[in-house]
């Protein structure tokens, strides 16, 4: 299985990104993917989360209404854009296959399957 990113850079407040996550060795219809991200000095987190055919979405509170999460079976890619960005944001964003969106939403970090590689979000002036 692998997980690859892409996506993350540098914007100034309010701007917007889009992260990518494609996924290989996983059968496309069932796997769930969670984003997580990770601050200096800080925890990793989950950040947002995407059911398989069922299409069941979690968003923490820190980003709802701003981040919005889609999945494009045919392409095995899991999407995360993130409108109205802030400083806060700034953070290595990883992809995560989950066995259910739970994880992501306690932050669970060691139950996670499989791990991308991450890719860095920056905002700032």
């Known amino acids: 299985v692998q997980l690859v990113e892409s996506g993350g850079a540098q914007v100034q407040p309010g701007g917007s990104l889009r992260l990518s996550c494609t996924a290989s060795?996983?059968?496309?219809?069932?796997?769930?993917i969670g984003w997580f991200r990770q601050a200096p000095g800080k925890e990793r987190e989950g950040v947002s989360c995407?059911?398989?055919?069922?299409?069941?979405?979690y968003y923490a509170d820190s980003v709802k209404g701003r981040f919005s999460i889609s999945r494009d079976n045919a392409k095995n890619t899991v999407y995360l854009q993130m409108n109205s960005l802030k400083p806060e944001d700034t953070a290595v964003y990883y992809c995560?296959?989950?066995?259910?969106?739970?994880?992501?939403?306690?932050?669970?970090?060691?139950?996670?399957?499989?791990w991308g590689q991450g890719t860095q979000v920056t905002v700032s002036s």
């Open positions: 995560a296959s989950v066995e259910d969106c739970i994880i992501v939403e306690t932050s669970s970090k060691d139950l996670v399957d499989w």
């Open positions: 995407i059911r398989d055919s069922a299409g069941r979405k």
């Open positions: 060795g996983l059968t496309a219809d069932y796997y769930t």
